[in-house]
Protein backbone atom coordinates (compact mmCIF):
# COMPACT_ATOMS: atom_id res chain seq x y z
CA UNK A 1 0.00 0.00 0.00
CA UNK A 2 1.62 3.81 -1.11
CA UNK A 3 1.83 5.74 1.80
CA UNK A 4 2.66 9.75 1.86
CA UNK A 5 3.08 12.81 3.95
CA UNK A 6 1.10 15.38 5.52
CA UNK A 7 1.26 18.10 7.26
CA UNK A 8 0.58 16.74 10.67
CA UNK A 9 2.16 13.26 9.88
CA UNK A 10 1.90 10.12 7.83
CA UNK A 11 -0.94 8.64 6.78
CA UNK A 12 -1.51 5.63 3.87
CA UNK A 13 -2.57 7.07 0.86
CA UNK A 14 -5.60 4.54 0.09
CA UNK A 15 -6.81 4.20 3.91
CA UNK A 16 -5.95 1.55 6.00
CA UNK A 17 -7.60 -1.02 8.04
CA UNK A 18 -7.39 -0.82 11.24
CA UNK A 19 -9.67 -2.56 14.36
CA UNK A 20 -10.59 -1.51 18.20
CA UNK A 21 -11.72 -3.78 20.90
CA UNK A 22 -14.34 -2.00 23.28
CA UNK A 23 -15.95 -3.09 26.19
CA UNK A 24 -19.15 -4.77 25.32
CA UNK A 25 -22.39 -2.65 25.00
CA UNK A 26 -19.92 0.39 23.77
CA UNK A 27 -19.60 -0.83 20.22
CA UNK A 28 -22.09 2.15 19.05
CA UNK A 29 -20.43 4.96 20.94
CA UNK A 30 -16.65 3.72 19.13
CA UNK A 31 -18.31 3.68 15.76
CA UNK A 32 -20.21 6.81 15.90
CA UNK A 33 -16.83 8.15 17.34
CA UNK A 34 -14.67 6.91 14.24
CA UNK A 35 -17.30 8.45 11.59
CA UNK A 36 -17.18 11.33 13.63
CA UNK A 37 -13.06 11.95 14.13
CA UNK A 38 -11.21 9.93 11.85
CA UNK A 39 -13.71 10.13 8.78
CA UNK A 40 -13.93 6.34 9.02
CA UNK A 41 -15.27 4.22 5.99
CA UNK A 42 -16.40 0.77 6.04
CA UNK A 43 -17.52 0.64 9.82
CA UNK A 44 -18.37 -2.69 10.83
CA UNK A 45 -18.49 -4.40 14.17
CA UNK A 46 -18.68 -7.77 15.89
CA UNK A 47 -19.24 -7.91 19.67
CA UNK A 48 -16.10 -5.96 21.69
CA UNK A 49 -14.84 -5.02 18.18
CA UNK A 50 -15.25 -2.14 15.93
CA UNK A 51 -13.90 -2.55 12.45
CA UNK A 52 -12.76 0.52 10.06
CA UNK A 53 -10.95 2.18 7.50
CA UNK A 54 -9.41 5.57 7.94
CA UNK A 55 -6.25 7.66 6.10
CA UNK A 56 -6.01 9.46 9.39
CA UNK A 57 -2.78 10.04 10.64
CA UNK A 58 -0.98 8.82 14.08
CA UNK A 59 -2.28 11.98 16.31
CA UNK A 60 -5.79 11.22 15.23
CA UNK A 61 -5.60 7.96 16.24
CA UNK A 62 -4.65 8.38 19.40
CA UNK A 63 -7.59 10.73 20.23
CA UNK A 64 -9.81 7.94 20.29
CA UNK A 65 -11.55 7.67 23.02
CA UNK A 66 -14.08 5.28 23.59
CA UNK A 67 -11.93 2.17 22.52
CA UNK A 68 -9.95 0.49 24.61
CA UNK A 69 -6.74 -0.43 22.14
CA UNK A 70 -6.28 -0.34 18.29
CA UNK A 71 -4.92 -2.56 16.24
CA UNK A 72 -3.61 -2.46 12.50
CA UNK A 73 -5.87 -5.64 10.78
CA UNK A 74 -4.12 -8.21 9.09
CA UNK A 75 -6.52 -11.12 8.50
CA UNK A 76 -10.54 -11.36 9.63
CA UNK A 77 -11.82 -14.05 8.48
CA UNK A 78 -14.39 -16.99 9.20
CA UNK A 79 -14.08 -19.04 12.63
CA UNK A 80 -11.90 -22.44 12.70
CA UNK A 81 -13.83 -25.52 11.94
CA UNK A 82 -12.67 -27.74 15.28
CA UNK A 83 -15.59 -29.98 15.34
CA UNK A 84 -15.21 -32.52 13.32
CA UNK A 85 -12.18 -33.13 12.12
CA UNK A 86 -8.31 -33.61 13.92
CA UNK A 87 -5.82 -31.61 15.44
CA UNK A 88 -3.36 -32.01 12.83
CA UNK A 89 -5.63 -30.73 10.27
CA UNK A 90 -6.79 -27.89 12.50
CA UNK A 91 -3.05 -26.77 12.56
CA UNK A 92 -2.70 -26.50 9.10
CA UNK A 93 -5.92 -24.61 9.11
CA UNK A 94 -4.08 -21.72 11.62
CA UNK A 95 -0.52 -21.99 9.79
CA UNK A 96 -2.97 -20.88 6.30
CA UNK A 97 -4.04 -17.53 8.46
CA UNK A 98 -0.13 -16.97 7.52
CA UNK A 99 0.68 -18.82 4.65
CA UNK A 100 -2.31 -18.23 2.10
CA UNK A 101 -1.91 -14.47 1.91
CA UNK A 102 1.77 -13.49 2.75
CA UNK A 103 1.37 -10.00 0.96
CA UNK A 104 -1.23 -8.81 3.45
CA UNK A 105 1.45 -9.74 6.56
CA UNK A 106 3.94 -7.81 4.29
CA UNK A 107 1.99 -4.96 3.40
CA UNK A 108 0.77 -4.80 7.17
CA UNK A 109 4.43 -4.49 8.78
CA UNK A 110 5.35 -1.67 5.96
CA UNK A 111 2.23 0.33 7.25
CA UNK A 112 3.17 -0.86 11.39
CA UNK A 113 7.22 0.34 10.58
CA UNK A 114 6.54 3.48 9.05
CA UNK A 115 3.84 3.95 11.86
CA UNK A 116 6.97 3.55 14.53
CA UNK A 117 8.99 6.02 12.78
CA UNK A 118 6.74 8.94 12.87
CA UNK A 119 6.02 8.51 16.51
CA UNK A 120 9.50 8.05 17.11
CA UNK A 121 10.68 10.93 15.32
CA UNK A 122 7.44 13.34 16.68
CA UNK A 123 8.84 11.88 20.46
CA UNK A 124 12.36 13.69 19.65
CA UNK A 125 10.71 16.74 18.30
CA UNK A 126 8.53 17.02 21.48
CA UNK A 127 11.66 16.71 23.31
CA UNK A 128 13.76 19.02 21.91
CA UNK A 129 10.57 21.32 21.87
CA UNK A 130 9.79 21.01 25.52
CA UNK A 131 12.50 23.55 27.32
CA UNK A 132 11.98 26.72 24.70
CA UNK A 133 14.53 28.40 27.65
CA UNK A 134 17.16 26.18 26.80
CA UNK A 135 16.53 26.66 22.90
CA UNK A 136 16.89 30.33 22.75
CA UNK A 137 19.73 30.62 25.03
CA UNK A 138 21.45 28.09 23.12
CA UNK A 139 20.78 30.28 20.06
CA UNK A 140 21.29 33.01 21.48
CA UNK A 141 25.10 31.79 22.51
CA UNK A 142 25.59 30.62 18.60
CA UNK A 143 24.49 34.17 16.82
CA UNK A 144 26.27 36.48 19.52
CA UNK A 145 29.38 34.42 21.37
CA UNK A 146 31.85 37.17 21.16
CA UNK A 147 29.48 40.56 22.66
CA UNK A 148 29.18 37.88 25.84
CA UNK A 149 32.06 38.12 28.15
CA UNK A 150 33.15 35.16 30.33
CA UNK A 151 31.79 36.89 33.41
CA UNK A 152 28.39 37.12 31.51
CA UNK A 153 28.28 34.35 30.51
CA UNK A 154 28.83 32.60 33.99
CA UNK A 155 25.91 34.43 35.20
CA UNK A 156 23.45 33.39 32.29
CA UNK A 157 24.58 29.68 32.54
CA UNK A 158 23.63 29.49 36.38
CA UNK A 159 20.49 31.60 35.29
CA UNK A 160 19.70 28.68 33.10
CA UNK A 161 20.26 26.09 35.08
CA UNK A 162 18.78 28.32 38.31
CA UNK A 163 15.31 28.37 36.08
CA UNK A 164 15.48 25.09 34.50
CA UNK A 165 16.26 23.54 38.15
CA UNK A 166 12.78 25.88 39.21
CA UNK A 167 10.72 24.23 36.29
CA UNK A 168 11.81 21.21 36.95
CA UNK A 169 11.44 21.22 40.90
CA UNK A 170 7.47 22.61 39.58
CA UNK A 171 6.84 20.39 36.83
CA UNK A 172 7.72 17.45 39.51
CA UNK A 173 5.40 18.65 42.35
CA UNK A 174 2.81 19.03 39.70
CA UNK A 175 3.07 15.56 38.84
CA UNK A 176 3.28 14.56 41.91
CA UNK A 177 7.03 13.00 41.37
CA UNK A 178 5.35 9.60 39.99
CA UNK A 179 6.36 7.52 37.20
CA UNK A 180 3.19 6.03 35.80
CA UNK A 181 3.41 2.57 34.41
CA UNK A 182 1.73 3.84 30.70
CA UNK A 183 5.35 6.33 30.71
CA UNK A 184 7.51 3.04 30.95
CA UNK A 185 5.30 1.31 29.05
CA UNK A 186 5.69 4.03 26.01
CA UNK A 187 9.32 4.39 26.68
CA UNK A 188 9.70 0.63 25.87
CA UNK A 189 7.32 1.15 22.63
CA UNK A 190 9.65 3.84 21.51
CA UNK A 191 12.49 1.89 22.09
CA UNK A 192 10.97 -1.10 20.11
CA UNK A 193 10.35 1.54 17.19
CA UNK A 194 14.25 2.63 17.17
CA UNK A 195 15.10 -0.97 16.71
CA UNK A 196 12.15 -1.75 14.12
CA UNK A 197 12.99 0.87 11.82
CA UNK A 198 16.89 0.18 12.03
CA UNK A 199 16.35 -3.14 10.78
CA UNK A 200 17.28 -3.05 7.33
CA UNK A 201 15.02 -5.86 6.45
CA UNK A 202 12.08 -7.23 7.82
CA UNK A 203 13.93 -10.96 8.05
CA UNK A 204 15.67 -9.00 11.09
CA UNK A 205 12.50 -8.20 12.87
CA UNK A 206 11.75 -10.25 16.38
CA UNK A 207 8.03 -11.01 17.15
CA UNK A 208 6.21 -12.45 20.19
CA UNK A 209 2.45 -14.03 19.70
CA UNK A 210 -0.27 -13.13 21.86
CA UNK A 211 -3.19 -15.42 21.14
CA UNK A 212 -6.90 -14.98 23.33
CA UNK A 213 -9.09 -18.21 22.80
CA UNK A 214 -12.59 -18.19 23.35
CA UNK A 215 -16.19 -20.43 22.73
CA UNK A 216 -15.48 -24.26 21.40
CA UNK A 217 -11.78 -23.00 20.83
CA UNK A 218 -10.92 -22.68 24.08
CA UNK A 219 -12.03 -26.02 25.28
CA UNK A 220 -9.56 -27.69 22.27
CA UNK A 221 -6.66 -26.02 22.34
CA UNK A 222 -4.31 -23.95 24.89
CA UNK A 223 -3.76 -19.94 23.91
CA UNK A 224 -0.16 -21.49 24.25
CA UNK A 225 -0.54 -24.49 21.62
CA UNK A 226 -2.24 -21.70 19.13
CA UNK A 227 1.01 -19.42 19.58
CA UNK A 228 3.55 -21.62 19.06
CA UNK A 229 1.85 -23.37 15.78
CA UNK A 230 1.29 -19.53 14.56
CA UNK A 231 4.92 -18.63 15.81
CA UNK A 232 6.66 -21.52 13.49
CA UNK A 233 4.59 -20.29 10.68
CA UNK A 234 6.04 -17.08 10.00
CA UNK A 235 8.97 -18.34 11.36
CA UNK A 236 9.34 -20.25 8.00
CA UNK A 237 7.45 -17.82 5.99
CA UNK A 238 9.43 -14.65 6.79
CA UNK A 239 12.53 -15.76 8.53
CA UNK A 240 11.51 -13.44 11.78
CA UNK A 241 13.38 -14.78 14.66
CA UNK A 242 10.59 -15.18 17.88
CA UNK A 243 11.80 -13.07 21.30
CA UNK A 244 8.96 -13.82 23.93
CA UNK A 245 10.39 -11.11 26.21
CA UNK A 246 11.54 -7.99 24.43
CA UNK A 247 10.44 -8.45 20.84
CA UNK A 248 9.74 -5.39 18.63
CA UNK A 249 6.49 -6.67 17.15
CA UNK A 250 3.40 -8.16 18.27
CA UNK A 251 1.25 -10.27 17.03
CA UNK A 252 -1.99 -10.69 17.79
CA UNK A 253 -4.99 -13.37 17.50
CA UNK A 254 -8.00 -13.69 18.60
CA UNK A 255 -10.06 -16.95 17.36
CA UNK A 256 -13.57 -18.12 18.64
CA UNK A 257 -16.81 -19.30 16.71
CA UNK A 258 -18.02 -16.36 15.27
CA UNK A 259 -14.52 -14.97 13.91
CA UNK A 260 -10.77 -15.33 13.45
CA UNK A 261 -8.71 -11.97 13.87
CA UNK A 262 -4.96 -10.95 13.31
CA UNK A 263 -3.50 -7.44 13.85
CA UNK A 264 -0.74 -5.76 15.35
CA UNK A 265 -1.11 -3.48 18.06
CA UNK A 266 -0.53 0.41 17.18
CA UNK A 267 0.48 1.40 20.71
CA UNK A 268 1.90 -1.20 23.70
CA UNK A 269 0.15 1.01 26.09
CA UNK A 270 -3.87 1.04 25.68
CA UNK A 271 -5.68 3.82 24.53
CA UNK A 272 -8.39 3.48 27.40
CA UNK A 273 -4.85 4.24 29.86
CA UNK A 274 -5.38 8.07 30.28
CA UNK A 275 -1.79 9.61 30.87
CA UNK A 276 -3.73 12.21 32.67
CA UNK A 277 -5.63 10.52 35.21
CA UNK A 278 -3.13 9.61 38.59
CA UNK A 279 -5.85 7.63 40.15
CA UNK A 280 -8.03 5.49 38.14
CA UNK A 281 -11.81 5.91 39.45
CA UNK A 282 -14.39 4.90 37.01
CA UNK A 283 -13.50 3.16 33.80
CA UNK A 284 -12.43 5.98 31.31
CA UNK A 285 -14.19 4.70 28.34
CA UNK A 286 -17.82 4.68 29.77
CA UNK A 287 -17.01 8.23 30.97
CA UNK A 288 -16.24 9.64 28.27
CA UNK A 289 -19.30 7.54 26.25
CA UNK A 290 -21.46 9.04 29.42
CA UNK A 291 -19.95 12.75 28.50
CA UNK A 292 -20.32 12.09 24.46
CA UNK A 293 -23.83 10.86 24.64
CA UNK A 294 -24.58 14.77 26.75
CA UNK A 295 -24.09 16.73 23.87
CA UNK A 296 -22.33 19.43 25.57
CA UNK A 297 -22.32 22.06 23.71
CA UNK A 298 -19.73 25.12 24.76
CA UNK A 299 -20.68 27.37 27.84
CA UNK A 300 -22.99 25.29 29.46
CA UNK A 301 -23.21 24.49 33.01
CA UNK A 302 -22.01 20.99 33.66
CA UNK A 303 -22.49 19.07 36.81
CA UNK A 304 -21.80 15.72 38.36
CA UNK A 305 -23.30 15.78 41.93
CA UNK A 306 -21.76 12.42 43.03
CA UNK A 307 -18.04 12.56 41.25
CA UNK A 308 -16.38 10.57 43.20
CA UNK A 309 -12.41 11.06 41.73
CA UNK A 310 -13.76 13.30 39.22
CA UNK A 311 -13.02 10.98 36.18
CA UNK A 312 -16.14 12.08 34.19
CA UNK A 313 -15.50 15.59 34.58
CA UNK A 314 -11.87 14.84 33.58
CA UNK A 315 -12.97 13.69 30.54
CA UNK A 316 -15.28 15.91 29.58
CA UNK A 317 -13.34 18.90 30.12
CA UNK A 318 -10.55 17.22 27.86
CA UNK A 319 -12.95 16.97 24.99
CA UNK A 320 -14.64 20.02 25.70
CA UNK A 321 -12.98 22.97 27.27
CA UNK A 322 -15.40 25.98 27.16
CA UNK A 323 -17.66 24.53 29.61
CA UNK A 324 -18.48 25.50 33.34
CA UNK A 325 -18.12 22.21 35.04
CA UNK A 326 -18.81 21.05 39.05
CA UNK A 327 -18.27 18.54 40.62
CA UNK A 328 -19.57 17.96 44.10
CA UNK A 329 -19.23 14.70 46.97
CA UNK A 330 -19.68 14.33 50.35
CA UNK A 331 -16.57 12.41 51.13
CA UNK A 332 -13.58 13.98 51.92
CA UNK A 333 -11.39 10.92 50.73
CA UNK A 334 -13.26 11.41 47.10
CA UNK A 335 -13.03 14.69 46.77
CA UNK A 336 -8.69 14.87 48.01
CA UNK A 337 -8.54 11.99 45.03
CA UNK A 338 -10.69 14.32 42.59
CA UNK A 339 -8.21 17.27 43.54
CA UNK A 340 -5.23 15.15 42.62
CA UNK A 341 -6.55 13.72 39.85
CA UNK A 342 -7.84 17.74 38.40
CA UNK A 343 -3.83 18.91 39.17
CA UNK A 344 -2.77 16.09 37.51
CA UNK A 345 -4.39 16.83 34.53
CA UNK A 346 -3.98 20.10 34.41
CA UNK A 347 -7.50 21.16 34.86
CA UNK A 348 -7.88 22.21 38.88
CA UNK A 349 -8.93 25.91 36.59
CA UNK A 350 -11.46 24.19 34.55
CA UNK A 351 -13.25 21.83 37.06
CA UNK A 352 -14.58 23.44 40.73
CA UNK A 353 -15.15 20.97 43.47
CA UNK A 354 -18.20 21.09 46.41
CA UNK A 355 -18.32 19.06 49.29
CA UNK A 356 -22.12 18.73 49.24
CA UNK A 357 -25.01 16.37 49.81
CA UNK A 358 -26.54 15.05 46.15
CA UNK A 359 -30.16 16.04 48.10
CA UNK A 360 -28.92 19.02 48.93
CA UNK A 361 -27.04 20.87 46.54
CA UNK A 362 -26.60 24.67 47.03
CA UNK A 363 -27.87 25.41 43.86
CA UNK A 364 -31.38 27.54 42.20
CA UNK A 365 -33.94 25.58 40.33
CA UNK A 366 -33.39 24.93 37.08
CA UNK A 367 -30.18 26.20 36.91
CA UNK A 368 -27.65 23.43 35.30
CA UNK A 369 -27.99 22.78 31.76
CA UNK A 370 -26.56 18.66 32.16
CA UNK A 371 -25.95 15.93 34.97
CA UNK A 372 -23.57 13.60 34.21
CA UNK A 373 -22.91 11.17 36.95
CA UNK A 374 -22.23 7.46 38.22
CA UNK A 375 -25.01 6.50 40.84
CA UNK A 376 -22.86 4.40 43.33
CA UNK A 377 -24.18 0.67 43.18
CA UNK A 378 -23.47 0.12 47.06
CA UNK A 379 -20.58 -1.71 46.67
CA UNK A 380 -18.15 0.77 48.45
CA UNK A 381 -20.09 3.73 49.30
CA UNK A 382 -23.94 3.51 50.36
CA UNK A 383 -26.53 5.70 49.06
CA UNK A 384 -27.95 7.81 52.32
CA UNK A 385 -30.91 8.14 50.56
CA UNK A 386 -33.37 6.53 47.85
CA UNK A 387 -32.17 6.89 44.10
CA UNK A 388 -35.55 8.87 44.07
CA UNK A 389 -34.53 11.60 46.23
CA UNK A 390 -31.23 11.80 44.58
CA UNK A 391 -33.14 12.10 41.11
CA UNK A 392 -35.93 14.62 41.99
CA UNK A 393 -32.91 17.13 43.12
CA UNK A 394 -31.35 16.57 40.08
CA UNK A 395 -34.54 17.37 38.57
CA UNK A 396 -35.00 20.53 40.53
CA UNK A 397 -31.53 22.27 39.42
CA UNK A 398 -32.16 21.06 35.87
CA UNK A 399 -33.31 23.53 33.91
CA UNK A 400 -36.24 22.60 31.01
CA UNK A 401 -34.94 21.17 27.98
CA UNK A 402 -31.65 19.79 30.23
CA UNK A 403 -30.03 16.61 30.33
CA UNK A 404 -29.37 13.88 32.34
CA UNK A 405 -26.37 11.10 31.78
CA UNK A 406 -26.28 8.58 34.83
CA UNK A 407 -25.02 5.10 34.84
CA UNK A 408 -27.00 2.84 36.55
CA UNK A 409 -26.61 -0.56 38.50
CA UNK A 410 -29.06 -3.60 37.01
CA UNK A 411 -30.23 -3.21 40.86
CA UNK A 412 -31.39 0.54 40.50
CA UNK A 413 -32.37 0.25 37.16
CA UNK A 414 -35.09 -2.67 37.74
CA UNK A 415 -36.13 0.16 40.77
CA UNK A 416 -36.68 2.73 38.00
CA UNK A 417 -38.40 0.61 35.52
CA UNK A 418 -41.12 -0.35 38.32
CA UNK A 419 -41.53 2.97 39.05
CA UNK A 420 -41.74 3.98 35.53
CA UNK A 421 -44.24 0.90 34.55
CA UNK A 422 -46.57 2.61 36.89
CA UNK A 423 -46.31 5.71 34.79
CA UNK A 424 -44.29 6.94 32.26
CA UNK A 425 -43.10 3.85 30.04
CA UNK A 426 -39.18 3.86 28.41
CA UNK A 427 -40.92 2.69 25.45
CA UNK A 428 -44.38 1.73 24.66
CA UNK A 429 -43.41 -0.25 21.28
CA UNK A 430 -40.98 -2.11 23.17
CA UNK A 431 -38.17 -1.75 20.92
CA UNK A 432 -35.20 -3.46 21.44
CA UNK A 433 -32.36 -4.11 19.12
CA UNK A 434 -30.82 -7.63 18.24
CA UNK A 435 -27.23 -6.65 18.04
CA UNK A 436 -24.94 -9.31 20.15
CA UNK A 437 -23.72 -7.44 23.12
CA UNK A 438 -25.55 -4.51 22.68
CA UNK A 439 -29.04 -3.48 24.22
CA UNK A 440 -30.87 -0.42 23.06
CA UNK A 441 -34.20 -0.51 24.50
CA UNK A 442 -35.30 2.69 23.64
CA UNK A 443 -34.82 4.82 20.02
CA UNK A 444 -33.03 8.13 20.41
CA UNK A 445 -36.21 9.64 18.33
CA UNK A 446 -39.27 8.40 20.01
CA UNK A 447 -40.52 10.72 22.82
CA UNK A 448 -43.43 9.86 25.12
CA UNK A 449 -46.18 12.39 25.90
CA UNK A 450 -47.07 12.88 29.79
CA UNK A 451 -50.23 13.62 29.65
CA UNK A 452 -51.58 11.16 27.36
CA UNK A 453 -50.19 8.55 29.85
CA UNK A 454 -51.21 10.56 33.02
CA UNK A 455 -55.03 10.03 31.45
CA UNK A 456 -54.46 6.78 30.31
CA UNK A 457 -53.60 5.86 33.51
CA UNK A 458 -56.42 7.91 35.20
CA UNK A 459 -58.88 6.08 32.74
CA UNK A 460 -57.70 2.71 33.71
CA UNK A 461 -56.46 2.27 36.96
CA UNK A 462 -57.62 5.74 39.14
CA UNK A 463 -56.12 6.86 42.49
CA UNK A 464 -53.52 3.60 42.42
CA UNK A 465 -52.06 4.55 39.42
CA UNK A 466 -51.24 8.28 40.34
CA UNK A 467 -49.49 6.48 43.44
CA UNK A 468 -46.76 4.79 41.14
CA UNK A 469 -46.05 7.71 38.91
CA UNK A 470 -42.28 8.20 38.79
CA UNK A 471 -40.27 10.58 41.51
CA UNK A 472 -39.14 12.53 38.89
CA UNK A 473 -41.75 13.46 36.56
CA UNK A 474 -41.06 16.06 34.02
CA UNK A 475 -38.00 13.93 33.07
CA UNK A 476 -38.31 11.91 29.86
CA UNK A 477 -36.34 8.60 29.06
CA UNK A 478 -34.58 9.20 25.58
CA UNK A 479 -32.57 6.00 25.52
CA UNK A 480 -30.30 3.62 27.56
CA UNK A 481 -27.20 1.06 26.57
CA UNK A 482 -26.16 -1.92 28.46
CA UNK A 483 -22.64 -1.98 29.02
CA UNK A 484 -20.31 -4.50 31.00
CA UNK A 485 -18.44 -3.14 33.89
CA UNK A 486 -16.28 -6.53 33.73
CA UNK A 487 -17.78 -9.00 36.23
CA UNK A 488 -21.22 -6.82 36.44
CA UNK A 489 -23.48 -5.15 33.89
CA UNK A 490 -25.02 -1.61 34.37
CA UNK A 491 -26.76 0.86 32.09
CA UNK A 492 -25.99 4.62 30.87
CA UNK A 493 -29.75 5.66 30.98
CA UNK A 494 -30.27 9.16 28.89
CA UNK A 495 -33.18 11.66 30.58
CA UNK A 496 -34.13 15.45 28.91
CA UNK A 497 -36.56 17.52 31.25
CA UNK A 498 -39.79 18.12 30.07
CA UNK A 499 -41.04 22.22 29.07
CA UNK A 500 -44.31 20.85 31.18
CA UNK A 501 -43.72 19.81 34.54
CA UNK A 502 -45.58 16.99 35.22
CA UNK A 503 -45.18 17.41 38.94
CA UNK A 504 -47.01 20.37 38.77
CA UNK A 505 -50.19 18.14 36.68
CA UNK A 506 -50.40 15.80 39.27
CA UNK A 507 -50.50 17.97 42.16
CA UNK A 508 -53.48 19.89 40.36
CA UNK A 509 -54.60 15.94 39.61
CA UNK A 510 -54.42 14.95 42.99
CA UNK A 511 -56.19 18.20 43.56
CA UNK A 512 -59.60 17.45 41.79
CA UNK A 513 -59.65 13.82 42.31
CA UNK A 514 -60.13 14.65 46.34
CA UNK A 515 -62.46 17.37 45.62
CA UNK A 516 -64.62 15.63 43.18
CA UNK A 517 -63.32 11.91 42.75
CA UNK A 518 -64.35 11.60 39.30
CA UNK A 519 -61.79 10.30 36.23
CA UNK A 520 -63.76 13.15 34.38
CA UNK A 521 -62.02 15.81 35.82
CA UNK A 522 -58.40 14.14 35.64
CA UNK A 523 -59.19 14.34 32.22
CA UNK A 524 -60.25 17.46 32.23
CA UNK A 525 -57.22 19.20 33.99
CA UNK A 526 -54.62 17.14 31.81
CA UNK A 527 -55.90 18.02 28.85
CA UNK A 528 -56.38 22.04 30.13
CA UNK A 529 -52.44 21.58 31.12
CA UNK A 530 -51.35 21.30 27.25
Request: aromatic share 6%.
Amino acid sequence: MAALRTDSGWRPAAGARFFCTAGRGLEPFLMREVRARLAATQVEYISGKVFFTTCSDLNMLKKLKSAERLFLLIKKQFPLNVSSVSKGKIFNEMQRLVNDDPESWLSAISIWKNLLELDAKEDKLSQRDANPLKRKVEENDIINPKKLKTKQMQELQESRECQLEKQTDEATVEQGDFLTNREKSQEAFQNDAVKAVAAPNQKDLTFRVSCRCSGFVAKTFTAQEVGRVIGIALMKQFGWKADLRNPNLEIFIHLNDIYSVVGIPVFRVPLASRAYIKTAGLRSTIAWAMASLAEIKAGAFVLDPMCGLGTILLEAAKEWPDVYYVGADVSDSQLLGACDNLKAAGLQDKIELLKVSVIELPLPSESVDIIISDIPFGKKFKLGKDIKNILQEMERVLCVGGTIVLLLSEDHHRRLQDCERGGIPWNSKGSHTDEPGIEKCLNPGEKTDLSDTVSSSAETSGQGDLDKMPPFGSLVPVDRYRVSLGRTGAFICRYRKSPSSAASRLAAVSRFQSSQGSCTALKAVVSGSR
